[in-house]
């Protein structure tokens, strides 16, 4: 089994920063365009964020500008850091492949609120 597992989310004030973490416990998605996704409570989760094998990026409209993907290969492990956060953003973050086919993780907890 090959294992995706989120990390870095917490509690942070409107305007602050997070740096969310995707660690794959082996290799196998390293040629995979990976993609962050978030769901808030009673929404559907959305995409947000993906990156290519070779580093090509797309942002949602909501988040451009104030998110970064980005992924160490050599770690196999996908970042988003996140800036300039809103109550907005408050969700749980997930990781996968996108198209999303393998099964979704516990996800990590991002909450912005004063």
């Known amino acids: 089994q090959v294992q995706l597992v989120e990390s870095g989310g917490g509690l942070v004030q409107p305007g602050g920063s997070l740096r969310l973490s995707c660690q794959a416990s082996?290799?196998?998605?390293?040629?995979?365009?990976m993609g962050w996704h978030r769901q808030a409570p009673g929404n559907e989760r959305e995409l947000v964020a993906t990156i290519t094998s070779g580093g090509s990026t797309y942002y949602v409209d909501s988040v451009k500008g104030r998110f970064t993907i980005s992924r160490d290969n050599a770690k196999n492990t996908v970042y988003l850091q996140m800036d300039s956060l809103k109550p907005e953003d408050t969700a749980v973050y997930y990781c996968?492949?996108?198209?999303?086919?393998?099964?979704w993780g516990q996800g990590t907890q991002v909450t912005v609120s004063s």
């Open positions: 082996k290799s196998a998605f390293n040629n995979f365009r």
């Open positions: 996968n492949i996108h198209p999303p086919l393998r099964p």
